[in-house]
């Protein structure tokens, strides 16, 4: 069985400030893994994902996640948030062997002027 | 495309009803997932499709819940008798059958049991 843990509920930043939302996972098989987004009152989104290849993956709206076997980790960066980047943040992840998405507690990022 | 549909958006509803939740798929997508959300437990998998079959049940609370995907195109989660501790926010996603292809979400049907 697999398992997802986001290591903090919440993030508050400033805008235009760094930022990094952590995901660390947990198989015994090959996985892949996804950030999903959530705005207030609507579905999640997926932001970006990794299946095989380069382990650094890129979304469209600046934000990249890192993949990294040895510490199974996949954490979210962004080097400069917008107000509009408040939301929440869930990281998931999927083994080869079935259809399971497993998603972790979710980080709520918020972001200030 | 239309994206996922999920009715109704609300519903509130007495402890004791019995509680239909409906959600259509992308057309052409052949897994279908529902899950529940609430402040307390997250995002929980409640049960998923493949082509129409129930693959995985296991997330479903108890015998008062049950699924059906009778075709391709329309899903129902029913819950009977519904308890208050069933409010939560019920999603519906659906997906490609590859493992590697991204859910896509419904906005979600919020649940009130009083």
């Known amino acids: 069985a697999q398992s997802v843990t986001q290591l903090d509920s919440q993030v508050p930043v400033f805008e235009e400030a760094p930022v990094e939302l952590r995901c660390n996972y947990s198989?015994?098989?090959?996985?892949?893994l996804f950030w999903y987004v959530q705005y207030p009152n609507q579905g999640l989104q997926l932001l970006l994902k990794?299946?095989?290849?380069?382990?650094l993956v890129e979304s469209i709206n600046g934000f990249e996640a890192e993949f990294n076997k040895s510490q199974t980790s996949f954490h979210l960066r962004k080097p400069s948030v917008h107000i509009s980047d408040t939301a929440e943040y869930f990281c998931?992840?999927?083994?080869?062997?079935?259809?399971?998405?497993?998603f972790g507690q979710g980080t709520e990022l918020s972001v200030k002027p | 495309d239309a994206g996922v549909i999920q009715s109704p958006r609300h519903e509130v509803t007495e402890m004791g009803q019995e509680v239909t939740l409906r959600c259509k798929p992308i057309s052409g997508h052949n897994s279908l997932f529902w899950y529940r959300q609430t402040m307390m437990r997250g995002l929980e998998l409640l049960i998923y499709?493949?082509?129409?079959?129930?693959?995985?049940d296991s997330g479903m609370p108890e015998d008062r819940f049950s699924a059906k995907m009778p075709n391709a195109s329309f899903s129902t989660l029913k819950i009977q008798p519904s308890e208050p501790r069933d409010s939560a926010v019920y999603f519906c996603a659906s997906s490609l059958y590859d493992l590697g292809s991204p859910l896509h979400f419904g906005n979600g049907t919020r649940l009130t049991v009083t």
């Open positions: 990794y299946l095989s290849g380069s382990t």
């Open positions: 499709f493949n082509n129409n079959v129930p693959i995985d």
């Open positions: 998931a992840v999927r083994n080869n062997q079935g259809g399971k998405l497993i």
């Open positions: 198989s015994s098989v090959s996985v892949y």
